[in-house]
Nanobody, 128 residues
């Protein structure tokens, strides 16, 4: 059974940092593209970042330069380091096993990536 369990969310002031983790189980983690997605109340879920098993990554423009996605294949764990947090980053953050990141050497847009499995989500709130 595929399981994705997020942790690390919380409340932080603008400019602060958080690190999200996602422990994966039930599949060969290193073989799959993984991603972080988020959803705010009243908004559609959006892609934040994605990473291939090789470590190559893709970011949404809104988080580029502030967030870093990484993975530890030995620990079957996905991370999202979030620095310079803004109130507009407030959302529920979801870890996901992505069905298809795109062709070799290229990427699908985050908005076009389909997700095979979702975690339960972890809340991030940025407020003064």
């Amino acid at each position: 059974e595929v399981q994705l369990v997020e942790s690390g969310g919380g409340s932080v002031q603008p400019g602060g940092s958080l690190r999200l983790s996602c422990l994966a189980s039930g599949f060969t983690y290193s073989s799959y593209c993984m991603g972080w997605f988020r959803q705010s109340p009243g908004k559609e879920r959006e892609g934040v970042a994605s990473i291939r098993g090789t470590g190559m990554s893709l970011y949404a423009d809104s988080v580029k330069g502030r967030f870093t996605i990484s993975r530890d294949n030995a620990k079957s764990t996905l991370y999202l380091q979030m620095n310079g947090l803004k109130p507009e980053d407030t959302a529920m953050y979801y870890c996901a096993r992505v069905q298809n990141c795109g062709p070799v050497g290229g990427w699908l847009p985050l908005s076009k990536m389909s997700v095979a499995y979702w975690g339960q989500g972890t809340q991030v709130t940025v407020s003064s």
